[in-house]
């Protein structure tokens, strides 16, 4: 089990690709589907992020906003979300503190490249209490997202 499974959230500030600055607090009273991925424009984080934005509908339909990190630049993440008509926010954790406060980060990563932010789902509530967490330690592999809609449908609206 995750250690920060019912837990407050590590808050976090990060800029979206429009510079603006967005916080785990913006999110108070919501549920949130907060999702961590190596690198935009890679193959696996591409097929995962538009595949959440093909099952959209189905996040809202349990009451949840999704957020996607990545340790890339913000100006990367906004070309990657407009390319792939993301209908969700990208932020951008290229400090790589949230992503080690989540206990989702690899020292090393493929091609000896250090701190990238490891495939990882959470679910937090909207009291801000991580209810559901899946950290992946091969890149190649996604989280259960079935598992993620169970932990929401289990938190109501």
Not at 38 to 52: D, H, I, Q
Request: proline share 6%.
């Amino acid at each position: 089990m995750h250690p920060l499974i019912g837990k407050p959230a590590p808050a976090f500030t990060l800029p979206a690709p429009d510079k603006q600055m967005v916080s785990l607090s913006d999110y108070q009273g919501k549920n949130l589907v907060l999702l961590f991925f190596p690198a935009a424009f890679s193959g696996v984080c591409t097929a995962e992020l538009c595949a959440m934005r093909d099952d959209i509908a189905a996040y809202q339909n349990l009451h949840a906003q999704v957020l996607a990190v990545s340790v890339d630049l913000p100006f990367t993440l906004g070309k990657f979300r407009e390319l792939e008509n993301l209908n969700f926010p990208l932020l951008s954790d290229f400090n790589k503190e949230v992503s080690q406060a989540y206990g989702s980060y690899y020292d090393e990563w493929i091609l000896g490249l250090k701190g990238v932010a490891k495939r990882a789902a959470f679910v937090i509530d909207a009291n801000g209490i991580v209810r559901h967490a899946e950290v992946m330690e091969s890149a190649g592999d996604l989280p259960d997202f079935a598992k993620v809609r169970e932990a929401l449908s289990q938190l109501g609206a």
